[in-house]
Nanobody, 122 residues
Framework: QVQLEESGGGLVKAGESLRLSCAVS????????MGWYRQAPGKQRELVAHVTSGGSTNYADSVKGRFTISRDNAKNTVYLQMNSLKPEDTAVYYC????????????????WGQGTQVTVSS
């Protein structure tokens, strides 16, 4: 099967930076879009940013200019560089990837990581 392992979360002060990483492993033929979502207490999960296999990116308005998403296709890894963090960025951050698991199976399936906590103190 497919596993997504996130790392890089933690506790920081407002204005500081963190870098999240998510490595995809297992049965992988190709990966299409990779992304980061977040869920704060009492709120719905929301898209933070995603990047296509071709490198096109999309960001939530709340993080534009502060966060940068990137991917290393050779390592099947997606990154989220988070700068100028704010207390409202506090949430559990989830990695997401659309994976095609074999040359025989033509469709992509969506997979999620377990989540990593990011806490920003004021």
């Amino acid at each position: 099967q497919v596993q997504l392992e996130e790392s890089g979360g933690g506790l920081v002060k407002a204005g500081e930076s963190l870098r999240l990483s998510c490595a995809v492993s297992g049965s992988i033929y190709s990966i299409n879009t990779m992304g980061w979502y977040r869920q704060a207490p009492g709120k719905q999960r929301e898209l933070v940013a995603h990047v296509t296999s071709g490198g096109s990116t999309n960001y939530a308005d709340s993080v534009k200019g502060r966060f940068t998403i990137s991917r290393d296709n050779a390592k099947n890894t997606v990154y989220l560089q988070m700068n100028s963090l704010k207390p409202e960025d506090t949430a559990v951050y989830y990695c997401n990837a659309d994976v095609r698991i074999s040359i025989i199976r033509l469709s992509y399936s969506e997979y999620w990581g377990q989540g990593t906590q990011v806490t920003v103190s004021s």
